[in-house]
């Protein structure tokens, strides 16, 4: 009798289709310059809340790294140039940032006289 992963092995094989070029549509042009405006801006917004938090590469792979999302400092450099990341990653990405600000703040917030 075969194993569970054996009968899902099979299902994932019967239920794949092939990929062929008639299934991939291809980009407009204004697709295409949208897609482009979008990652400039996503890469301006990123540099931009680094620099507000006084983050570095170095210290933000490291932190992503911590936080389950294991990069090195030259990746986070080439997604971040390049935007070859996901949503997920972004957000993600993000969600560290903005950490960082938290805690600054709140370790401020204790340490400052009243």
């Known amino acids: ?12 094989r019967l239920a794949s289709v092939p990929k062929t ?7 407009s042009e204004s697709e295409k310059e949208l897609d482009r ?3 400039l801006e996503i890469k301006r917004h990123i540099k931009a809340e680094m620099a507000l938090r006084g983050l570095n590469y170095k210290t ?5 790294t911590d936080n389950g999302r294991p990069i090195t400092e030259q990746g986070l450099r080439n997604k971040v140039s390049k ?5 997920t990653w972004y957000w993600h990405l993000m969600k560290t940032i903005q950490s960082v600000s938290y805690q600054a703040t ?5 340490t400052s006289p009243e």
């Open 37 to 39: 405006t979008a990652a």
């Open 83 to 87: 935007s070859s990341h996901r949503t």
């Open 106 to 110: 709140k370790k401020n917030s204790n």
């Open 60 to 64: 933000l792979a490291h932190l992503l």
């Open 21 to 27: 070029k008639e299934t991939k549509k291809n980009k």
């Open 1 to 12: 009798m075969p194993s569970f992963s054996e009968k899902c092995f099979k299902l994932r």
